[in-house]
């Protein structure tokens, strides 16, 4: 004869109750996580994917505090009070679009910038380079392309540009227009010099430009060798083999998830042998790709890929 155990067995009504009062405090649990999520943290999700249905750009993956305060910047530039009201004119108006995007592309560069980089590139990366009969040179993110021409310049001074070419690319057409027609203010020249002077230069930095009213204008010297076009490190794929890849200062914008995807874009882009620069901030730990490395230099972030 088979004996019941009672306490594996509950009534119906008892089983309703149990299932009765979990449902609310599933409801209301949910009801709270509804409610910490601001107006506008709802606005700035659907601004996003809606910028990237409409013109392909996905800045849904970006570091969220800087990638707010652009749009707030953005927002106040249009005299808009609402990340709604930004979304409206920028879905339906592509300058407008344009505008935004010169706004939250990451403009924050100057030549010879961080002059202790260009001092190590100088001393570890270029006799290796001496060795390659042709170099392809990409910087990922060029913004305006001053760091572009700091390298233009290092080249030439190192006997190197004659077999270089070098592939300026961002996002920002309107950056990129301003590269490569090679024209920067004058009065940030003072400023450049003294970069330049402390990144080894070894020669007179106003020898590389002319300067017309309150613009430099560089020589085209430097220029014949760059190729300007338009790349988004988010959504666009590789397109060449390169010797060298400088991304400084671009992925610390990213949240861990796109700077996992850049890294891959970045490691397959690069020849074996070939060096990775990336910025003070950033790093190749915790990515996949940090056995592949080998560091020249751990304080300027310079390394070179060994498989």
């Given at each position: ?10 009534p ?11 449902g609310?405090?599933r409801?209301l649990?949910?009801?709270?996580e509804?409610?910490k999520t601001?107006?506008?943290?709802i ?5 996003l ?9 996905d800045?849904r993956?970006?570091a ?5 305060r ?7 530039d ?7 009201a ?10 407008a679009?344009?505008r935004f995007l010169?706004?939250v ?9 961080d ?6 590139f ?5 006799p290796?380079l001496?060795?390659q ?22 080249l ?15 996002m ?14 004058l009065?940030a020249?003072?400023?450049y010099?003294?970069?330049y002077?402390k990144?080894g230069g ?14 430099a204008?560089f020589?085209d010297?430097?220029k ?7 790349h988004?490190l ?7 083999e390169f ?12 949240n ?18 070939g060096?990775l620069?990336l ?12 056995d ?6 751990d304080?300027?972030?310079i390394?070179?890929?060994v498989?």
């Amino acid at each position: 004869m088979k004996t019941r155990n009672a306490g594996l067995a509950l009534p119906p009504r008892t089983r309703a109750q149990i299932t009765f009062h979990r449902g609310p405090a599933r409801q209301l649990t949910r009801m709270a996580e509804i409610a910490k999520t601001s107006v506008e943290d709802i606005e700035l999700s659907l601004f996003l994917e809606g910028i990237f249905r409409r013109y392909g750009y996905d800045f849904r993956d970006y570091a969220p505090a800087s990638l707010q305060r652009r749009i707030r910047k953005c927002m106040r530039d249009e005299q808009l009070h609402t990340v709604s009201a930004l979304q409206d004119r920028v879905l339906h108006d592509p300058a407008a679009m344009q505008r935004f995007l010169h706004t939250v592309s990451i403009d924050v560069t100057a030549m010879f910038r961080d002059p202790t980089f260009y001092c190590a590139f100088r001393q570890r990366v270029v006799p290796l380079l001496r060795s390659q009969p042709s170099l392809r040179i990409w910087h990922a993110g060029c913004a305006a392309g001053e760091e572009v021409y700091s390298m233009a310049i290092l080249l030439q001074e190192e006997g190197l540009s004659e077999r270089s070419r070098l592939y300026a690319t961002d996002m920002n057409t309107l950056g990129l227009d301003k590269g490569k027609a090679g024209i920067f203010r004058l009065k940030a020249m003072q400023g450049y010099t003294e970069n330049y002077q402390k990144a080894g230069g070894k020669r007179s930095f106003s020898e590389y430009y002319s300067a017309r009213y309150d613009h430099a204008i560089f020589q085209d010297s430097l220029k014949q060798n760059i190729v300007w076009a338009e790349h988004n490190l988010v959504t666009d794929r590789s397109f060449n083999e390169f010797q060298v890849i400088l991304c400084r200062n671009v992925l610390i914008y990213f949240n861990q998830s796109l700077q996992k995807r850049v890294h891959k874009l970045l490691y397959e882009s690069l020849a074996l042998q070939g060096i990775l620069a990336l910025g003070s901030k950033e790093t190749l730990q915790f990515t996949p790709y940090a056995d592949c490395f080998e560091s020249l230099d751990d304080r300027e972030k310079i390394f070179r890929k060994v498989k």
